[in-house]
């Protein structure tokens, strides 16, 4: 097991070749969140210290809550091929939606999807790579198009006004809805 204060080459490289990754949120109270995230090119290393990812909408917006009440995370990703790796990124994140300061800024390092809700903005605090030989060899067949093509198929209007009913998490916690539909690059990403 190894620590390191910032991201590494080697891990850089890591994260590169990973098309799934896990999050790990949990507020003073309640349950604790853990999501599988996928959908390549989601996720940006944006320094050695600071990581982003971009969120599509979703059956809840529990990280969001999490983050706003407590700000923790934890990102994991496993090597399913070899060598034989997990990686976990501690740090303190927030929600950026669209109508937010800094929108502009995150989303330029994204291609947004249809349905984009919000990026989550991390400042990693501290780095564990640990040996992974307990993780089975996998190799990823293909994506599923279901969550772009559900949005992409949504009526903009009627978007905004389901999203903007959720404002708690599934333990009462207050999240903040977006204000409006993001249409994305819908093209070569749904094929």
Sequence with gaps: MEFTDT???DHLAMIAKQAVFFTATAAADGRINLSPKGLADTFRVLSP??????????SGNETHAHLAAD????????????????LRIYGRGRPVLPQDAGWGELAAHFTLLPGTRQIFDIAVESVQGSCGWGVPIMHVDHERATLPKYHAQSDPEKWVTKVAKRTRS???LPTRSTDRFIAGDAGAKLS
């Design 170 to 172: 599934i333990d009462g």
């Design 49 to 58: 210290s600071r990581v982003a990812y971009l969120d599509l909408g979703g």
């Design 71 to 86: 700000g923790r995370i934890t990102i994991m990703m496993c090597n399913f091929e070899q060598p034989a790796l997990i």
């Design 7 to 9: 991201l590494t080459p």
